[in-house]
């Protein structure tokens, strides 16, 4: 078990310019979230993986971001035209299956928008 | 809508001495509760949850919670503090009605314990 793994750690990018995140969950793990961090925060739902189907994403996710989970395995979580506000730790988490509710969560992929 | 308080930013506690971080919380039906704890540079991890049964819950490195439904608390405990349990402490909900799979989040305690 090598736990949940997200590329990159930290990126920089200056605003207007889109990035792209990674999550790799816990193998066999059929359900993957992800969540915004920021300082002084608690996690924020941003959206729910089922295998490959998304079944939730937040209301506060506007239409710049976009996630997949293509095979079911890892997941993208893509952001077009980042704003300084975008600035953030976005965490990835896994949940095996159904009847354990605990979630295994990377250690986050930083995000400053310049 | 489902909600989460975590009303003390911070908590102050000898080590060996009992501590309590607090949660209270508000969603539709029944309530999934859970306890993470994040160290510095690290990700958040999973402490323990209660789900249904026995109101006090056991979780790792000695610690336990107790649901209350009536106060709509699940307050985080454990008998003797350690220096080494110093960390920030999130409260977790999941509401059980169908329709939402989301879990929301306490903005966290921060928990420090004085040698």
């Known amino acids: 078990d090598t736990g949940v793994s997200q590329n990159p750690r930290h990126k920089i990018t200056k605003r207007g310019q889109n990035v792209t995140f990674r999550c790799d969950p816990i193998?066999?793990?059929?359900?993957l979230y992800w969540y915004r961090q920021t300082l002084g925060q608690g996690p924020e739902f941003l959206t729910y993986?089922?295998?490959?189907?998304?079944?939730?994403k937040s209301r506060l996710l506007s239409d710049r971001f976009s996630a997949e989970r293509p095979k079911g395995s890892f997941s993208t979580l893509e952001i077009q035209r980042t704003e300084q506000g975008d600035s953030a730790m976005y965490l990835c988490?896994?949940?095996?299956?159904?009847?354990?509710?605990?979630?295994?969560f990377g250690p986050g992929t930083r995000l400053t928008v310049t | 809508a489902q909600s989460v308080a975590q009303p003390e930013d911070q908590v102050n506690v000898a080590e060996g001495n009992p501590l309590t971080v607090k949660c209270t919380y508000s969603?539709?039906?029944?309530?999934?509760l859970f306890w993470y704890v994040q160290y510095p540079n690290r990700g958040l991890q999973f402490l323990l949850k209660?789900?249904?049964?026995?109101?006090l819950v056991k979780g790792s490195y000695g610690f336990e919670a107790e649901f209350n439904k009536s106060q709509t608390s699940f307050h985080l405990k454990k008998p003797s503090a350690l220096v080494s349990d110093s960390a920030l402490y999130f409260c977790?909900?999941?509401?059980?009605?169908?329709?939402?799979?989301?879990?929301?989040f306490g903005t966290g305690t921060r928990l420090k314990v004085l040698a």
């Open positions: 193998s066999e793990h059929n359900r």
């Open positions: 977790a909900v999941r509401a059980t009605t169908s329709g939402t799979y989301k879990y929301i």
């Open positions: 209660y789900i249904t049964g026995d109101n």
């Open positions: 988490a896994s949940s095996p299956v159904p009847g354990s509710y605990e979630q295994y």
């Open positions: 993986f089922q295998n490959e189907a998304q079944l939730e």
């Open positions: 969603v539709s039906g029944n309530p999934y």
